[in-house]
């Protein structure tokens, strides 16, 4: 019965670190491009790659 009172304000403890953590996620614009980020990193090494080909020529 004691380890209640130490379990239920730390799990409410950690509830509002979790939403803090999503909320500010959020507002930081981290979920605003899942798909192209990963694209873009090879399609910048691409243009870089093409960059360099021709220079050589």
């Not at 694209?39 to 360099?52: F, N, P, S």
């Amino acid at each position: 019965m004691l380890s209640i009172y130490l379990l239920i304000p730390l799990s409410l403890m950690l509830f509002v670190v979790a939403i803090w953590a999503i909320w500010y996620a959020v507002k930081s614009n981290q979920f605003d491009d899942l798909d192209n980020a990963s694209e873009q990193i090879i399609l910048d090494d691409r243009q870089e790659r093409r960059k360099a080909l021709k220079q050589l020529k």
